[in-house]
């Protein structure tokens, strides 16, 4: 019985620690407008404001997206939400999501 009672009180601790990445990432998203998609160079041209995790100003800048597939659900206008990090030396968007409207 106290094997099973351990064994929950680690999957209740692993459940609240996803709680709280989930949380931390969702608040670690810039906002931004795409002002470009340019699927040929799996590039995106975003107008986007400040990015916490890269200490970045807002701006309008080109990224590389981690996924490809990305490119075919966005266009000119769309308001999103994203993150990005340095990956192999070039920003990169690695987290995307439409913007709450």
């Known amino acids: 019985m106290n094997l099973l009672r351990g064994a929950a009180a680690i999957a209740g601790g692993l459940a609240a620690a996803a709680v709280v990445f989930a949380q931390a990432v969702t608040t670690n ?3 931004g ?4 998609v340019d699927k040929a ?3 995106l041209t975003l ?4 990015i916490p995790s890269l200490d970045m100003p807002p701006m309008t800048m080109i990224f590389r997206v981690a ?3 990305w490119l ?4 000119e ?3 999103i939400r994203f993150s ?3 990956v192999s030396g070039a920003i990169t968007i690695t987290a995307l999501e439409p913007a709450a409207k």
């Open 67 to 69: 996924d490809a597939k």
């Open 29 to 31: 998203l810039a906002d």
């Open 84 to 86: 990005a990090e340095r």
């Open 47 to 50: 107008r986007h404001g400040p």
């Open 41 to 43: 160079q799996g590039k």
């Open 72 to 75: 075919d659900q966005l266009k």
């Open 77 to 79: 206008g769309d308001k």
């Open 33 to 36: 407008e795409v002002r470009k």
